[in-house]
């Protein structure tokens, strides 16, 4: 009866030490899982908070293009700055048509 007694707590302990084993093999495996996921889920909450940036561009883009007829305030600026600068434009009109003919021999050559 003690032999069998022994031979019982012995396959006990060998089913314990097994069973401990596959759950530890079993752990590993997705230890080693969610390593890999880590990285791809970092990426992807990065990317969320980008979302927030591309809102407000997005926010940002729509109130500039609502009314094609409207200029932003900045190009409206740059019309005032111009204005107040009292720039002079100059305009070069094109040659007479002589030296035209010569022009146009001298780049052919």
Known sequence: MQDVSDK???????????????LVEERSRFCVFVSMLRPVVDEEMSMLGEITHLQTLTDDLKTLTMDPHKLPASSEQVIVDLKSSECTWSYQTPPSSPSTTVSRKSSMC
């Open 8 to 22: 019982y707590l012995l396959l006990e302990e060998t089913e314990k030490q097994a069973v401990r084993r596959a």
